[in-house]
């Protein structure tokens, strides 16, 4: 009777620290891929772009990144005032509890999420690899879908 | 032999003899000073392996006490929310040895998981990483300090 009781209250703690554990659970990279793409694509904007108005494709600024679910990823950027489109391949390279790794074309960076009030945003970081260096970030807001 | 053999002998040896005492005197003279210098060599080649290794010694020893601190500094920035009023200060303290007393004695691991925990802080202060984040790593950085020490290391 004792050592039944024993093992269930042995099994009860276990149960209390695995489910402490699992609040440091970190997301699955099917669900930071979803995350980044959506069920189809997702855009990202860097810069707002603003177009000219008239006849062409002119543009004044702007930078926005479409992370597709096929794992492309479409970059429209405005250089010298037109719009330059871009295909690069994106992948998640790793996934733990404090880093995400995503490989997008030939360059590694590390993913990042948040949230606020003004809406949901994403960046990709370069980590510096000493302190002279400087860790930098390139931010992008989700654009309204 | 005759007389004259003898004489002519003797004469020779009696040249041969004092230069050969000379020789002697001039090898035994250089063998000695050869001697001292070496000596000397080896009398400052072992202070200077002291030395090295009392500066190590004294190094590592005050790794051991900055990393203490770092953890201590770490731990308090873990466990304290970004709007307690104290929460600022403890940054500082941590960013002054981040720039400061860190340099002298992190290794490549310990300077990393020190950017990372740093990286952290600021993601944090911003709205961008929570509490849960902070407190891993702070546990990554007090372990690399840990490794950094650990027995053997120490000179």
Known sequence: ?145 | MDEETKRRWDVRLGIVAPILTVVGLLVGVWQFNKGEENKTRLEYELLDRKDKIDFQRKLWLERLTIYKSIAEQAGKIAITDKNDKAFKGLVQTFDASYWGMMIFVEDPDVERAMIDFHDEIVDYQKGQSSEDKIKLRANNLVKACRKSVEPGTAP
């Open chain 1, 1 to 145: 009777m004792f050592r039944t009781l024993s093992k269930l209250i042995v099994l009860a703690l276990c149960y209390v620290v695995l489910a402490n554990a699992s609040s440091f659970a970190q997301d699955t990279a099917a669900q930071i891929e979803t995350r980044l793409a959506g069920s189809h694509g997702r855009d990202w904007i860097y810069k707002k772009i603003v177009g000219f108005l008239g006849p062409g494709e002119k543009c004044e600024q702007g930078e926005k990144y479409r992370f597709k679910a096929d794992h492309t990823l479409v970059i429209t950027q405005c250089i010298d005032s037109r719009m330059h489109i871009e295909t690069q391949d994106w992948s998640i390279e790793s996934v733990d509890v404090l880093e995400t790794h995503i490989k997008v074309g030939n360059n590694s960076y590390i993913l990042r999420f948040w949230d606020t009030p003004k809406g949901h945003f994403m960046a990709l970081r370069t980590k510096a690899i000493d302190k002279t260096q400087e860790t930098t970030d390139k931010e992008f807001q989700l654009a309204e879908e």
